[in-house]
């Protein structure tokens, strides 16, 4: 226990003296690494713009209330697009993930040695790099539109859907899966009646879960030329139209939270 | 027998659908599949330039194979850099003020006043992406990194403050009362009874904050805020897969990195 002795009395302390040496030397190289950070991004910053901000802010926000309500009528077939970017893409990439998902968890995939790595590959890579990117990547090699964005938003969720499944399928029962292996059952019996029923409800609240995720991120899409609401929002941007972003923002923000509670209502009602 | 027995016996089995009521699964299924209907209709796909753009996509495939990392290498490696700083500010800044407020925002320990205003801006936080956040923050704050450290600061602070949140208002009371009832004043008492509780949370939550802090960093250049997302759209602007892939693969590594430290972290605290 680390105590320290004073006086003739012991007195209890969280840590010995060196542990508390070790903590401090710690914070310091935080620290020092903080600092250097810091001034890193000082010297790449203009002051002068800075000290401006508020200024800057009040003008945007003067330009920008009150939003140009009229302009909403405009704005129905890029929600459309949104929705469809996220739906359709969020249905593809589950397609995809499914046999990922299979082959990456240790206790289904055929081989451990060699197919395992390359699906935790498939999966680190498509989750480690942003869907604008992909979108930025995609519209280079199909063209800006709507099929880039549904196609960004697929390989962006199957590492996100692919890995929550896979912990999943490793977690479930064994028992159940040896009973129904047990009644001489195929490999793909097993699976469809051993593991498939367990994994079935997290499935659903993955297929949510990356819906609503999806929903926020292909509203902003559009920035890149990838279709949906961003379009509209970097148009105007473009121009400087500052009551159409405000209306835009507003629109985004609905959608958000509505989306947000569809994903709660629904997961709340399967688990 | 029981009649139940009796009408289940000599028929086969059958699998218990997923949504045991008939009426929502049919008029689900139906709604559904006339949605794939509409949605494919409004959606016009050039096929002819998906079909032109697949020698591209081959040709970037082809490039991840051989990486330029020389050709633009300061340009790569300013980026890298910067995106590394942006990510590790913004997450000691975003982390030290999402404490408190993580702390107001817990009903257990919090009035109803804090409570009200921490919740709020959580949920501010939550509801903005960090893109529109940085392209705001850039008309204000000119361009370069202090927008985009702004903008990761904000976006760590609704994610972490509202999951410290959650674990401290599902943590043991009975450990906070004993420190309590041993006459400990507030700050004793969050760092004695409630502190040690939630750290090891707060310490897994923490870093796997760092590590989307660090994605989200490599795209904020598209937009001006500073880091490795500029020089990747310029790239991509140029046609320069070799670069580009470079540039994707050193994101990968760094996120790989991330994730294994995270691991080894988080198996030590809990």
Same mark, same amino acid.
């Given at each position: 226990?680390?105590?320290?002795?004073?006086?003739?009395?012991?007195?209890?302390?969280?840590?010995?003296?060196?542990?508390?040496?070790?903590?401090?030397?710690?914070?310091?190289?935080?620290?020092?690494?903080?600092?250097? #950070?810091?001034?890193?991004?000082?010297?790449?910053? *203009?002051?002068?713009?800075?000290?401006?901000?508020?200024?800057?802010?009040?003008?945007?926000?003067?330009?920008?209330?009150?939003?140009?309500?009229?302009?909403?009528?405009?704005?129905?077939?890029?929600?459309?697009?949104?929705?469809?970017?996220a739906?359709?893409?969020?249905?593809?990439?589950? #397609?995809?993930?499914?046999?990922?998902?299979?082959?990456?968890?240790?206790?289904?995939?055929?081989?451990?040695?060699?197919?395992?790595?390359?699906?935790?590959?498939?999966?680190?890579?498509?989750?480690?790099?942003?869907?604008?990117?992909?979108?930025?990547?995609?519209?280079?090699?199909?063209?800006?539109?709507?099929?880039?964005?549904?196609?960004?938003?697929?390989?962006?969720s199957?590492?996100f #859907?692919?890995?929550?499944?896979?912990?999943?399928?490793?977690?479930?029962?064994?028992?159940?899966?040896?009973?129904?292996?047990? *009644?001489?059952?195929?490999?793909?019996?097993?699976?469809?009646?051993?593991?498939? +029923?367990?994994?079935? +409800?997290?499935?659903?609240?993955?297929?949510?879960f990356r819906w609503d995720i999806n929903i926020r991120e292909?509203?902003?899409?559009?920035?890149?030329?990838?279709?949906?609401?961003?379009?509209?929002?970097?148009?105007?941007?473009?121009?400087?139209?500052?009551?159409?972003?405000?209306?835009?923002?507003?629109?985004?923000?609905?959608?958000?939270?509505?989306s947000?509670?569809?994903s709660?209502?629904?997961?709340?009602?399967?688990? | 027998?029981?009649?139940?027995?009796? /009408?289940?016996?000599?028929?086969?089995?059958?699998?218990?659908?997923?949504?045991?009521?008939?009426? %929502?699964?049919?008029?689900?299924?139906?709604?559904?599949?006339?949605?794939?209907?509409?949605?494919?209709?409004?959606?016009?796909?050039?096929? @002819?330039?998906?079909?032109?753009?697949?020698?591209?996509?081959?040709?970037?495939?082809?490039?991840?194979?051989?990486?330029?990392?020389?050709?633009? /290498?300061?340009?790569?490696?300013?980026?890298?850099?910067?995106?590394?700083?942006?990510?590790?500010?913004?997450?000691?800044?975003?982390?030290?003020?999402?404490?408190?407020?993580?702390?107001?925002?817990?009903?257990?320990?919090?009035?109803?006043?804090?409570?009200?205003?921490?919740?709020?801006?959580?949920?501010?936080?939550?509801?903005?992406?960090?893109?529109?956040?940085?392209? %705001? $923050?850039?008309?204000?704050?000119?361009?370069?990194?202090?927008?985009?450290?702004?903008?990761?600061?904000?976006?760590?602070?609704?994610?972490?403050?509202?999951? $410290?949140?959650?674990?401290?208002?599902?943590?043991?009371?009975?450990?906070?009362? /004993?420190?309590?009832?041993?006459?400990?004043?507030?700050?004793?008492?969050? !760092?004695?009874?409630?502190?040690?509780?939630?750290?090891?949370?707060?310490?897994?939550?923490?870093?796997?904050?760092?590590?989307? !802090?660090?994605?989200?960093?490599?795209?904020?250049?598209?937009?001006?805020?500073?880091?490795?997302?500029?020089? %990747?759209?310029?790239?991509?602007?140029?046609?320069?897969?070799?670069?580009? /892939?470079?540039?994707?693969?050193?994101?990968?590594?760094?996120?790989?990195?991330?994730?294994?430290? @995270?691991?080894?972290?988080?198996?030590?605290?809990?």
């Amino acid at each position: 226990m680390p105590v320290i002795e004073k006086n003739g009395d012991t007195i209890w302390h969280r840590r010995t003296t060196k542990q508390s040496l070790a903590h401090s030397a710690m914070w310091l190289v935080g620290l020092a690494i903080f600092a250097y #950070c810091w001034q890193q991004i000082s010297n790449a910053t *203009t002051w002068f713009f800075v000290w401006d901000a508020p200024r800057i802010a009040s003008d945007i926000w003067t330009r920008a209330t009150p939003p140009k309500w009229e302009y909403i009528s405009q704005l129905g077939r890029p929600i459309w697009d949104t929705l469809n970017i996220a739906t359709l893409g969020t249905l593809i990439a589950l #397609c995809l993930a499914v046999p990922v998902a299979f082959l990456a968890a240790r206790n289904t995939t055929p081989s451990a040695l060699f197919i395992r790595p390359v699906a935790l590959l498939i999966i680190v890579s498509t989750r480690s790099i942003n869907s604008l990117i992909w979108a930025l990547l995609l519209i280079a090699i199909i063209g800006p539109g709507v099929f880039a964005g549904v196609v960004a938003i697929a390989i962006r969720s199957i590492g996100f #859907c692919a890995k929550l499944l896979y912990e999943a399928i490793e977690e479930i029962d064994e028992v159940q899966v040896e009973a129904i292996t047990a *009644t001489g059952a195929s490999r793909w019996q097993v699976m469809a009646y051993g593991i498939v +029923p367990q994994i079935l +409800p997290a499935f659903a609240g993955i297929a949510v879960f990356r819906w609503d995720i999806n929903i926020r991120e292909s509203t902003v899409l559009g920035l890149v030329g990838a279709g949906g609401i961003g379009l509209q929002l970097s148009a105007s941007l473009n121009v400087l139209a500052w009551p159409q972003v405000s209306l835009i923002l507003l629109v985004i923000l609905a959608a958000v939270v509505i989306s947000e509670w569809v994903s709660a209502k629904v997961r709340g009602a399967i688990i | 027998m029981s009649t139940e027995l009796e /009408a289940v016996l000599g028929k086969t089995w059958k699998r218990p659908p997923f949504i045991s009521n008939q009426l %929502l699964r049919r008029g689900l299924a139906l709604a559904f599949v006339a949605y794939l209907i509409a949605a494919y209709l409004t959606i016009d796909i050039n096929w @002819s330039r998906v079909y032109e753009g697949l020698d591209r996509g081959a040709q970037f495939a082809l490039a991840f194979t051989n990486p330029d990392f020389t050709s633009r /290498a300061s340009d790569i490696w300013g980026g890298l850099l910067e995106s590394v700083i942006i990510t590790v500010a913004a997450s000691v800044v975003g982390i030290l003020i999402s404490i408190p407020i993580g702390l107001g925002a817990a009903r257990n320990i919090a009035p109803l006043p804090v409570y009200l205003i921490c919740r709020g801006i959580v949920a501010i936080s939550r509801a903005l992406q960090e893109i529109i956040v940085a392209i %705001l $923050l850039v008309a204000i704050f000119g361009f370069g990194p202090l927008a985009g450290f702004l903008t990761l600061s904000f976006a760590t602070i609704g994610f972490l403050s509202k999951l $410290l949140a959650e674990d401290i208002e599902s943590m043991d009371r009975v450990q906070a009362e /004993a420190i309590k009832a041993s006459g400990a004043r507030w700050a004793q008492w969050i !760092n004695y009874g409630v502190q040690p509780q939630v750290m090891p949370r707060l310490v897994g939550l923490s870093i796997y904050r760092v590590d989307i !802090n660090f994605r989200e960093s490599a795209i904020l250049g598209l937009v001006g805020a500073g880091g490795i997302g500029a020089t %990747l759209n310029t790239a991509f602007d140029r046609y320069e897969y070799d670069t580009a /892939a470079a540039i994707l693969i050193l994101i990968i590594v760094v996120v790989m990195a991330l994730e294994y430290i @995270s691991g080894i972290v988080r198996a030590r605290v809990q």
